[in-house]
């Protein structure tokens, strides 16, 4: 394998580490300077992960960088499940299957956009 190879694949993998550590500590933050009594810490963490992953996927999806785009989605998607799985029991069963066929939708949509992109 090649050292550019190597380096895209480490790209990939440090992005899509770091921003689930991002949401989680920028949910913190919020928690820790913001006593809301009627929220509980599981809608922070949720609406910051939320924010963080879908706007990671869409970087992502719109990004010409392949290995940019594959770490921002990948950590996009942990972002989504870290928030998810705060939040999971709170959620409505509509919004699950809703968000759960939007991921679908966004996963299939990607890897078409990305198998058009390499031709």
């Known amino acids: 394998m090649d050292s550019m190879k190597l380096r895209n694949i480490s790209y990939t993998i440090a992005l899509s580490v770091l921003l689930p550590l991002l949401s989680f500590y920028g949910a913190r933050t919020i928690i820790s300077y913001v006593t809301l009594s009627k929220i509980d810490e599981g809608s922070i963490y949720f609406v910051v992960a939320a924010v963080v992953?879908?706007?990671?996927?869409?970087?992502g999806i719109f990004s010409s960088i392949?290995?940019?785009?594959?770490?921002?989605?990948?950590g996009g998607t942990f972002c989504l499940i870290f928030g998810y799985s705060y939040h999971w029991a709170n959620i409505p069963d509509v919004l699950k299957f809703l968000s759960i066929l939007l991921a679908i939708g966004i996963i299939i949509g990607t890897g078409y956009r990305f198998s058009r992109r390499s031709k």
């Open 53 to 59: 992953g879908i706007a990671s996927i869409l970087f």
């Open 66 to 74: 392949d290995y940019l785009a594959a770490g921002a989605i990948l």
